[in-house]
């Protein structure tokens, strides 16, 4: 997926002497207390470098920054305007002039004194830079959606597996209250047997027309072809790089359900503890897709905005952005953004701590905090690679029964779709050499 030549120009080698010394030390000090084998010593703070910096990035590293035990060393940017901008706030926020900017992230990696990355690129990067960055030895924390195909969100888990490297996906509503609390519910039998979880996406839609060609600006203020990276290669505009690329086919992910459905689908997959699979039939219409589970839990994907009166769900309507609904025989319970949990019988809402009603699910402060104490602990994050890689697919398997028209039906086992060569192929796209 990535290329051939993945690895940093720079390389990264080690002397004879500076391994025969860490062998012996090994021999008296054991990894974690040293720092080695991925571990992170516990009286060092962890080294922390940027990959990509938008109003995305700088909104999850004013978070980050808070942290005591966390040194945001480097930001590496395609953008000169947001290097600049990135490196203002670091810098004023250490009261120095330390953060050091590249254009291109693998001379950010090279570094040794980079423990972990953020990975805050446009989609087409998630993958691919979090791949690179899990090789050169650095634990990832990325936005999502953290591939915009079902191949490369296995080559991301797959490679995060076989390196040890520890893994969050950017799906911070796991790690806020009034979600958590709302899974709570499900998992505790306290909806009775589940029958139906309500995912919020946005409205599916497909857009693949060119903007037209525009002068590329000098390499320094916008690397074009870094900022393409492994998408297909069309002429530079400046209105992509300001932002216009979502909804691009080439681009974004998954005809846009992965928007909300990243976070939205997952929960569904916690509340129904099936972070170690994914619905095995998808059905689309015009309103929603219809996904069922082995164990017969619908999943419902209900699209927005919804021109549909009152035929709209009612879940939709009040909670914020990215609300979920749980409906089990005995219950129901649904919440968003805003906070709220709205739950019956009455009895349940008595559940919810009133402190909980009204945490937004924005913040990411919680989810990062996890990230970090696990670069420590090399624990599992609540968003590792093994759940993003099943909500992620799920999410996938769905935009392309969308595509396609048709009811599609995929083996969680191998995940690839039974009896459809043409959804098979949609799986997987062709990649750029970006390495050049």
């Given at each position: 997926?990535?290329?051939?030549?993945?690895?940093?120009?720079?390389?990264?080698?080690?002397?004879?002497?500076?391994?025969?010394?860490?062998?012996?030390?090994?021999?008296?000090?054991?990894?974690?207390?040293?720092?080695?084998?991925?571990?992170?010593?516990?009286?060092?703070?962890?080294?922390?470098?940027?990959?990509?910096?938008?109003?995305?990035?700088?909104?999850?590293?004013?978070a980050?920054?808070?942290?005591?035990?966390?040194?945001?060393?480097?930001?590496?940017?395609?953008?000169?305007?947001?290097?600049?901008?990135?490196?203002?706030?670091?810098?004023?926020?250490?009261?120095?002039?330390?953060?050091?900017?590249?254009?291109?992230?693998?001379?950010?990696?090279?570094?040794?004194?980079?423990?972990?990355?953020?990975?805050?690129?446009?989609?087409?990067?998630?993958?691919?830079?979090?791949?690179?960055?899990?090789?050169?030895?650095?634990?990832?924390?990325?936005?999502?959606?953290?591939?915009?195909?079902?191949?490369?969100?296995?080559?991301?888990?797959?490679?995060?597996?076989?390196?040890?490297?520890?893994?969050?996906?950017?799906t911070?509503?796991?790690?806020?209250?009034?979600?958590q609390?709302?899974?709570?519910?499900?998992?505790?039998?306290?909806?009775?047997e589940?029958?139906?979880?309500?995912?919020?996406?946005?409205?599916?839609?497909?857009?693949?027309?060119?903007?037209?060609?525009?002068?590329?600006?000098?390499?320094?203020?916008?690397?074009?072809?870094?900022?393409?990276?492994?998408?297909?290669?069309?002429?530079?505009?400046?209105?992509?790089?300001?932002?216009?690329?979502?909804?691009?086919?080439?681009?974004?992910?998954?005809?846009?359900?992965?928007?909300?459905?990243?976070?939205?689908?997952?929960?569904?997959?916690?509340?129904?503890?099936?972070?170690?699979?994914?619905?095995?039939?998808?059905?689309?219409?015009?309103?929603?897709?219809?996904?069922?589970?082995?164990?017969?839990v619908?999943?419902?994907?209900?699209?927005l905005?919804?021109?549909?009166?009152?035929?709209?769900?009612?879940?939709?309507?009040?909670l914020?952005?990215?609300?979920?609904?749980?409906?089990?025989?005995?219950?129901?319970?649904?919440?968003?953004d805003?906070?709220?949990?709205?739950?019956?019988?009455?009895s349940?809402?008595?559940?919810?701590?009133?402190?909980?009603?009204?945490?937004?699910?924005?913040?990411?402060?919680?989810?990062?905090?996890?990230?970090?104490?696990?670069?420590?602990?090399?624990?599992?994050?609540?968003?590792?690679?093994?759940?993003?890689?099943?909500?992620?697919?799920?999410?996938?398997?769905?935009?392309?029964?969308?595509?396609?028209q048709?009811?599609?039906?995929?083996?969680?086992?191998?995940?690839?779709?039974?009896?459809?060569?043409?959804?098979?192929?949609?799986?997987?796209?062709?990649?750029?050499?970006?390495?050049?």
């Amino acid at each position: 997926m990535i290329g051939p030549r993945d690895v940093s120009r720079r390389g990264f080698l080690s002397t004879a002497a500076a391994a025969a010394a860490t062998a012996s030390w090994a021999s008296i000090v054991p990894d974690r207390a040293l720092g080695r084998s991925g571990h992170v010593a516990p009286n060092e703070k962890i080294g922390l470098g940027v990959v990509g910096i938008g109003p995305r990035c700088t909104y999850d590293l004013k978070a980050m920054l808070q942290f005591d035990d966390i040194r945001c060393l480097a930001i590496a940017d395609v953008q000169a305007s947001r290097r600049d901008a990135g490196k203002q706030l670091v810098d004023a926020h250490y009261g120095n002039k330390d953060c050091v900017l590249y254009r291109d992230f693998r001379e950010l990696l090279a570094r040794k004194d980079i423990d972990a990355v953020i990975v805050a690129t446009g989609d087409r990067w998630h993958a691919a830079a979090s791949i690179v960055a899990a090789k050169a030895g650095k634990d990832v924390y990325s936005e999502k959606p953290c591939g915009i195909t079902i191949a490369a969100c296995q080559e991301l888990a797959d490679t995060m597996q076989a390196g040890q490297r520890v893994f969050q996906a950017g799906t911070q509503r796991r790690s806020v209250p009034n979600f958590q609390v709302a899974v709570d519910m499900a998992h505790r039998g306290k909806l009775g047997e589940l029958k139906t979880l309500h995912a919020s996406v946005y409205m599916p839609g497909l857009d693949n027309t060119w903007l037209p060609a525009q002068p590329a600006p000098p390499r320094d203020v916008v690397d074009w072809n870094l900022w393409l990276g492994p998408a297909p290669w069309r002429p530079f505009n400046q209105k992509y790089v300001d932002g216009g690329w979502r909804g691009q086919w080439d681009f974004d992910s998954g005809a846009k359900l992965l928007d909300w459905g990243a976070h939205t689908v997952d929960l569904c997959q916690w509340a129904n503890q099936a972070d170690d699979t994914m619905p095995i039939e998808y059905v689309p219409s015009d309103r929603n897709i219809e996904c069922r589970y082995a164990n017969g839990v619908a999943l419902v994907l209900d699209f927005l905005p919804l021109p549909f009166g009152d035929r709209a769900p009612h879940y939709v309507t009040r909670l914020g952005t990215c609300p979920v609904r749980f409906v089990g025989e005995e219950g129901w319970v649904e919440t968003g953004d805003e906070g709220e949990v709205l739950a019956h019988p009455e009895s349940l809402r008595k559940e919810v701590p009133e402190a909980v009603r009204r945490v937004r699910g924005l913040d990411v402060s919680a989810h990062s905090r996890n990230f970090f104490d696990c670069v420590r602990s090399r624990g599992a994050t609540a968003a590792n690679a093994t759940v993003m890689r099943r909500s992620h697919i799920a999410c996938h398997a769905a935009a392309i029964a969308w595509i396609l028209q048709r009811p599609l039906k995929i083996d969680p086992k191998n995940e690839s779709f039974i009896d459809d060569d043409e959804a098979n192929r949609l799986r997987s796209r062709a990649w750029r050499d970006w390495t050049a």
